[in-house]
């Protein structure tokens, strides 16, 4: 698949269209160092690539001419809409060095869509999710070499495509102006064993659930879109969470316990039907509006029902902490992982439930005894090119 396939969706009437071939580069006279593997520059996750990319916009002119420039700091008014009405949504990606020596991006169609759907959800502009995606790639294609070297294959970058309000406007009124900015942030493999660095240092996470007076998301709000106003009210109980000992809240909802979330990653259980005893691949519904619908998480899904049809049931379906805890103590509860573009596929090893810890660190260990791992394989194979398919969007880069 190429940019040229996605669909040109999200063009504003009477305004200018968001534009990738209008793009002017300022290259960088600096460039920064890259951290090794390991580091804890690398782990504190905020080294960015030489370059960034901004657009900005005007609810009189539409979308303006794309800028490539030094990475840097952005000015902008103390009155700012996205400072005090939370206009702020954003995207997370990777960009892939495969092992055949080209840069890949997975899926970055829906990643594109969903950044619309967000910045819609809150009154920021629309934009053509064709053109974003290419705006990644003039990115890469400036800082990829340098950043993933031919030579060493296997590696990623974290991508963070966002949309903020940047108008003056104390007012409580609609924004006028925004900005479109996307940098590339070298990034650690949470997900691996026990990797380099890693402060954490096991092979999966320990969740706590959330009390019944902490709710992350509701029916009729925005849990489905991707905006800072998901995530900063969370920190205090993550903080605590981690305080304990734990990694991620597990995030439930209503009175009976709905699992929704673990952290900012979607979650998954497989299990046995109490009546049937067939296996199931369970996870929330995205009907609901309570959770993000997740590329990983989707992909998940596209794999489960494609390849592993015969051994299990995908069921996407309300289910609650009772539930889990009566099959955990039946011996049916046979794993847990949270997916997500962070954590990519990480088995969870224990659930903290009221007084309870359901330990589930003995029914994951590998490829042939665990869905999660087996899938998480399989995705890694399309991400670094091992397995041609058409999820991994290659990127053309300078001769």
């Known amino acids: 698949m190429t940019a040229q396939d996605i669909p040109k969706t999200g063009l504003t009437s009477g305004l200018q269209s968001l534009d990738a071939s209008k793009t002017r580069f300022t290259r960088s006279e600096i460039l920064r160092p890259v951290p090794e593997p390991g580091s804890a520059e690398l782990w504190a996750q905020n080294a960015s690539s030489d370059h960034m990319v901004t657009v900005r916009w005007t609810d009189t002119g539409g979308w303006e001419a794309p800028e490539l420039k030094p990475f840097g700091d952005f000015t902008i008014s103390p009155l700012a ?24 991006l997975f899926r970055p169609v ?87 660095g890693n402060p954490l240092s096991r092979k999966g996470l320990r969740l706590i659930t959330s009390q019944e007076d902490s709710i992350r998301a509701w029916p009729g709000g925005f849990g489905y879109a991707k905006v800072g106003a998901n995530y900063g009210p969370s920190f205090l109980l993550h903080g605590l969470a981690v305080k304990a000992g734990y990694d ?41 509006g309570i959770i993000l619908d997740g590329v990983t998480r989707r992909s998940v899904l596209d794999l489960a029902r494609s390849r592993l049809r015969d051994k299990l049931v995908v069921a996407e379906k309300s289910f609650n902490m009772a539930d889990l805890e009566l099959a955990w103590e039946e011996g049916r509860l046979l ?16 659930i903290k439930y009221k ?25 890694k194979n399309i991400m670094y090119g091992s397995d041609s398919h058409e999820w991994g969007l290659v990127i053309e880069e300078p001769k």
Not at 262 to 285: C, H, I, R, Y
């Open 81 to 104: 809409s996205a400072l005090h009405y939370a206009t702020q949504c954003f995207e997370g990606m990777k960009v892939y060095r495969g092992h055949d020596g080209k840069l890949r």
């Open 110 to 196: 829906l990643n594109a869509q969903r950044l619309r759907m967000s910045a819609m959800r809150i009154s920021l502009p629309d934009f053509d999710a064709a053109e974003m995606v290419k705006l990644i790639e003039i990115l890469m294609q400036v800082d990829g070499e340098r950043w993933l070297p031919k030579d060493k294959p296997g590696n990623f970058l974290y991508l963070r495509p966002a949309m903020i309000g940047t108008g003056r406007q104390i007012g409580v009124q609609l924004p006028r102006e925004a900005v479109l900015f996307i940098v590339a942030v070298a990034w650690p493999d949470f997900s691996c064993e026990n990797p380099p």
């Open 248 to 288: 991620q809240i597990l995030w439930l909802f209503g009175p009976d316990g709905q699992v929704t979330e673990a952290g900012s990653s979607n979650f998954f259980v497989v299990m046995k039907d109490a009546s049937t005893g067939q296996v199931e691949l369970v996870t929330a519904p995205i009907t609901d």
């Open 335 to 350: 794993e847990a992982f949270v997916s997500g573009t962070a954590f990519f596929i990480t088995p969870v090893l224990a």
């Open 355 to 379: 007084t309870r810890e359901l330990d589930l660190g003995g029914n994951q260990d590998g490829p042939e005894s665990s869905f999660a791992l087996q899938i998480k394989d399989w995705l």
